[in-house]
């Protein structure tokens, strides 16, 4: 017996709820085996699933179907989270402003912006 999908993104605490999770596999962030997935989707035990959540690619692998939403120490024991280190690294740098500049310092200059642009396709790759 499988869960949706929808329900089990929601259960192991990738979306705050389940509309939310559902509204996520209608738009097209969230692919089973390199196709859309609808919400209704079955998933089993060894499924890849790989979603687009706050700007980064995540990708898990599911250990066991669920359909209740478990606590966070939980989630371990349902799913395998297979995102590379890369992404994370990216949301981190998403946090960070680089272009942030103390009052009073008036616009970046050229080599300022060339340095700004510099850090930014760096970690972009």
């Known amino acids: 017996m499988g869960t949706r999908i929808d329900k089990f993104l929601w259960s192991v605490r990738l979306f705050k709820t389940r509309t939310l999770a559902s509204e996520a596999c209608k738009s ?33 692998r599911v250990i066991k179907p669920i359909e209740k939403r478990v606590g966070a120490k939980l989630v371990e024991q349902f799913m395998e989270d297979l995102t590379p280190e890369k992404e994370y690294q990216k ?6 402003n680089f272009e942030y ?3 009073g310092l ?13 850090i930014k396709k760096g970690y972009e790759d």
């Open 91 to 96: 949301l981190e740098l998403m946090k960070q």
């Open 28 to 60: 097209g962030k969230v692919t089973f085996s390199g196709h859309p997935a609808k919400a209704s989707k079955e998933i089993h035990s060894g499924d890849i699933i790989e979603l687009k959540k706050d700007h980064i690619n995540m990708r898990i």
């Open 106 to 118: 008036g616009r970046p200059t050229k080599r300022d912006r060339r340095i700004i642009t510099k």
């Open 101 to 103: 500049r103390d009052r």
